[in-house]
């Protein structure tokens, strides 16, 4: 008897343990993407200029356009959140460049012959940019308590931000990831880059409600990605507006194309150095 328990919890750690080591692995490669971030804490001071930018100077002048009507709630509001998602897509659409450097200095070589996974190597790097997402979220949080933008302040609410920041920050930086591989130049990447980020930002509710749209560019921001992650955005920062979705159908949305993405930059990653 004695033995059959024991070898219980021996055979349910050797079920598990694929899955404990897929975790480690994306927390080493994880870390090791953080520790370039530590070395460079600039980084995180500099990017706080954009969404200030956008708080400071273009929410006070739309603010006085009384032509575009936020649901009942103030401008400024209603935009810290469009704010705080533009950042996120901003931070991971050029997240894919990292591939193509650490190609160029023999790195990715080195990582695609660990026995490593290449969805834990994809993953990792998502995962390190969720953290420079979540660092915009306290940005944004500071700027708007300072200027009193009226925000929600729960527990539960912060968390929930969180949650769909990194959410959201994987699946673009994923994104970008594959279009890196499939590039494979910083000069062709950069470009593709700044031509995705403006659509994916324009065409989404990040700045206006879908109701002042035509209706083909609300059928495009339907199937925007960017959509849904404001979406989810506004409804925990500042409540639910008209026209928006559920949490249930913003999670489910961004966690379906989170993963496919995963799966497609895990394939195409050793493309990089063939």
């Not at 953080?34 to 990017?47: F, N, Q, V």
């Not at 998602?85 to 193509?100: D, P, R």
């Not at 450097?101 to 790195?107: A, K, N, S, T, V």
């Not at 925990?236 to 949305?253: C, E, I, N, Q």
């Amino acid at each position: 008897m004695a033995y059959e328990e024991r070898a219980e919890p021996q055979a349910a750690w050797a079920e598990a343990s694929p899955i404990v080591a897929f975790w480690r692995q994306t927390m080493a490669v994880a870390a090791a993407e953080l520790h370039k971030l530590r070395r460079d804490p600039w980084e995180l001071l500099t990017r706080a200029v954009q969404p200030a930018l956008w708080l400071l100077i273009f929410g006070e002048v739309f603010a006085r356009v009384h032509g575009i009507t936020a649901g009942g709630i103030s401008y400024l509001s209603f935009l810290a959140p469009g704010v705080l998602a533009q950042s996120t897509l901003f931070i991971a659409i050029f997240y894919g460049i990292i591939v193509i450097w650490e190609r160029d200095l023999g790195i990715l070589q080195k990582l695609l012959v660990t026995p490593a996974a290449r969805s834990a190597l994809v993953l990792g790097k998502g995962l390190s940019a969720s953290v420079r997402g979540l660092a915009q979220a306290l940005i944004v949080y500071v700027l708007a308590a300072v200027i009193r933008v009226p925000l929600h302040f729960g527990i539960a609410s912060i968390i929930g931000v969180f949650v769909f920041v990194s959410l959201g920050a994987v699946l673009f930086s994923t994104f970008s990831l594959t279009i890196a591989c499939l590039l494979k130049t910083r000069e062709r990447f950069m470009g593709i880059g700044q031509v995705l980020t403006m659509p994916l930002f324009f065409a989404s509710n990040a700045i206006y409600p879908l109701a002042l749209m035509p209706k083909w560019l609300r059928a495009v921001a339907a199937v925007n990605p960017l959509t849904y992650l404001v979406d989810a955005l506004r409804t925990l920062m500042v409540g639910k507006v008209p026209g928006a979705f559920s949490l249930g159908v913003d999670f489910g949305v961004l966690t379906l194309l989170t993963i496919a993405m995963v799966m497609l930059a895990s394939r195409l990653y050793p493309k990089v150095v063939s």
